[in-house]
C-alpha cells in the first residue's frame, strides 16, 4: 500500500486542479472538507494532542498549587475550575478523541474496508468536536469563571454555578452527539464492510474491542445526556430533579450520571487493551494467546460494566444488600481483565521478543496498568473504599489505569502505527527516552498519592495539613 497521502498536492498544477480533482481538495479545504478516514484520524489524533497539552497546563497548574501547605498560586475557587477542567478536558477532550482517531485510520486497513461507512458523518462528527473544546476552555472567561463542582458534574453543586456551567452542559451535549454518531460509523463498518472471508472471529483485537466499545457509547451517552438536561432544567426552568429545596434527591444525580459513568471508564480503556493485543504478538513473534477468550473477555468487561456503577457510592448510605452486590459485581469484573493480562503474558511465553518502543510502552501498560487494576480492587471492598473515598488513593488509583493505561497504550499505538502511516521511522532512541522518562516520572507522580490517600488526604482541596507536605512536594 501506497504512503503517500496526498498524490495530488505538488506545486505547479496551476489553477486547473479543481477542474480535474473534485474529489481531493488541496490545502486547508483537504481538512476541512475531509471524507477520508485516514485525514479524519489524522484530525482526531492532533485535536486530541492539542487537548492533552491543555488538560496538561491545568494538572501542572494544580500540582504547583499543591506543591507545598498555604495558598501559593490561585484561591480555592479557581483551583477546584481547574480540577473540573481538567477531567472534562483530559477525559472527553484527550483520550476518548485519540481511540477514534486510532479506529478511523486502523479499522478500514484492518478489516480491508476502502474507508469508513459513512465518509461525510464521519467529518461532522469531528468538527463537531472543535465548538466543544472552545467552548469548555472557552469557559474560564465567562463571569463566574469555568465550572467548579468535579468532572462528575454533581448537583447540588452544579445548580448553583454562574454562566459558565450551561455552556458546559451544551459541550457535553454535543461531544456526546459527536461520540454517538462515530460509533454508528464504526459499527457499520465493522458489520457491513469486512473483505470476503474476514469474518468477526478472524478480526484484529483492535477492532473487536473497538465494535464492543462502540456499542457501549451508544448505550451510555443518552444516559449523561439526560443527566445532564435535568441538571439544566433544574437550573432554569424550575423542575427540581435534584434539588432538595423542590423535593429533588442530589443522590439521584449520581446513580444517573455513574450508570453512564462507569461503562465511561471501560469504553476509555477496552480500545487500549485492543492496541495492546495488536502489538505484543507483534514484538514477541507469535499469534496472539487465547484470541477467543479475549474476544469473550471483552464482552464480559462490557456487560458487567452496567452493573458495578454503585461502587462509587458506597458512602451515600446504601443497604448492606445493595453494598454487597456492588462489591461483588466489582471484584467480578476483575476476572476478564485478569484473562487479557494472563494472555498477554502467555503470548510473550517464550517469544522471540525484541523490546522496540512499542513493545516498551505495551510492556510498561501491563505492568503499571495491573497496578491499578490492584488499588482498584482494593477500592471495591465496600468497608475499605469508606475510608479511601474521595482521597488521594482513588486519584492514584484512577490516574494508574487511565495515564499508564489508555495514555501509554496510545503511545505505544502511535509509534507501533506512525511509521505506517507517515512512511517515517520514529527515531528509536529518542522513543526509549520517552518511554522511560514517562515510566519513572508517573510513577513518582502518583505513587505517593497512595500514600497520601490511605493517610485520609481528601481530594479535590488547595490547601492540605503538615503532614502531607512531603509526598505532595515528591508528587510535584
Excluded at 445526556?225 to 423535593?247: E, K, Q, V
Excluded at 449520581?254 to 480500545?271: D, N
Excluded at 473504599?385 to 497504550?409: P, R
Aim: charged share 10%; proline share 6%; glycine share 8%.
Amino acid at each position: 500500500m501506497s504512503a503517500v497521502l496526498d498524490p495530488h498536492g505538488h506545486a505547479g498544477h496551476g489553477d486547473h486542479v479543481h477542474d480535474e480533482h473534485h474529489d481531493h481538495p488541496h490545502g486547508w479545504r483537504r481538512w476541512v472538507f475531509a471524507t477520508n478516514h485516514k485525514d479524519i484520524g489524522t484530525l482526531y489524533l492532533l485535536f486530541s494532542f492539542t487537548m492533552l497539552m491543555v488538560g496538561g497546563v491545568l494538572a501542572l497548574l494544580i500540582r504547583a498549587e499543591l506543591f507545598q501547605p498555604g495558598l501559593q498560586l490561585v484561591n480555592p475557587e479557581l483551583f477546584n475550575q481547574f480540577t473540573t477542567m481538567h477531567g472534562l478536558i483530559m477525559v472527553f477532550g484527550a483520550i476518548m478523541p485519540a481511540f477514534v482517531g486510532f479506529a478511523n485510520w486502523m479499522i478500514p486497513l484492518q478489516i480491508g474496508a476502502s474507508d469508513m461507512a459513512f465518509a461525510r458523518m464521519n467529518n461532522f462528527s469531528f468538527w463537531l468536536m472543535i465548538p466543544a473544546a472552545l467552548m469548555l476552555v472557552g469557559s474560564f472567561f465567562m463571569p463566574g469563571g469555568a465550572p467548579a463542582a468535579g468532572w462528575t458534574l454533581y448537583a447540588p453543586l452544579t445548580l448553583q454555578m454562574g454562566p459558565s456551567m450551561d455552556a458546559g452542559i451544551f459541550a457535553m451535549h454535543i461531544l456526546g452527539a459527536s461520540s454517538i454518531m462515530g460509533s454508528i460509523n464504526i459499527i457499520v463498518t465493522i458489520l457491513n464492510m469486512r473483505a470476503p472471508g474476514m469474518t468477526l472471529m478472524k478480526m484484529p483485537m483492535f477492532c473487536w474491542t473497538w465494535l464492543i466499545t462502540a456499542y457501549l457509547l451508544i448505550a451510555v451517552m443518552p444516559v449523561l445526556a439526560g443527566a445532564i438536561t435535568m441538571t439544566l432544567t433544574d437550573r432554569h426552568f424550575g423542575t427540581s430533579f435534584f434539588n432538595p429545596a423542590g423535593g429533588g434527591d442530589p443522590v439521584m444525580y449520581q446513580h444517573i450520571f455513574w450508570f453512564f459513568g462507569h461503562p465511561e471508564v471501560y469504553i476509555m480503556i477496552l480500545p487500549a487493551f485492543g492496541i495492546i493485543s495488536q502489538i505484543v504478538p507483534a514484538f514477541a513473534r507469535k499469534k496472539l494467546f487465547g484470541y477467543a477468550s479475549m474476544v469473550y473477555a471483552t464482552s464480559s468487561i462490557a456487560i458487567l460494566s452496567f452493573i458495578v456503577w454503585a461502587h462509587h457510592m458506597f458512602t451515600t448510605g446504601m443497604p448492606v444488600t445493595g453494598q454487597l452486590f456492588f462489591m461483588y459485581a466489582t471484584m467480578l469484573i476483575a476476572v476478564p481483565t485478569a484473562v487479557k493480562i494472563f494472555n498477554w503474558i502467555a503470548t510473550m511465553w517464550q517469544g522471540s521478543m525484541t523490546f522496540e518502543t512499542p513493545m516498551l510502552f505495551a510492556v510498561g501498560f501491563i505492568f503499571v496498568f495491573t497496578m491499578g487494576g490492584f488499588t482498584g480492587l482494593i477500592l471495591a471492598v465496600a468497608p475499605i473504599d469508606i475510608q479511601l473515598q474521595d482521597t488521594y488513593y482513588v486519584v492514584a488509583h484512577f490516574h494508574y489505569v487511565l495515564v499508564a493505561g489508555s495514555l501509554y497504550a496510545m503511545f505505544a499505538g502511535y509509534y507501533y502505527w506512525a511509521p505506517k502511516w507517515t512512511g517515517v521511522m520514529y527515531n528509536e532512541t529518542r522513543g526509549k527516552i520517552h518511554f522511560w522518562w514517562s515510566l519513572i516520572s508517573f510513577n513518582i507522580t502518583f505513587f505517593p498519592m497512595h500514600f497520601l490517600g490511605l493517610a485520609g488526604m481528601p481530594r479535590r482541596y488547595a490547601d492540605y495539613p503538615m503532614q502531607f507536605a512531603d509526598f505532595n512536594a515528591i508528587a510535584t
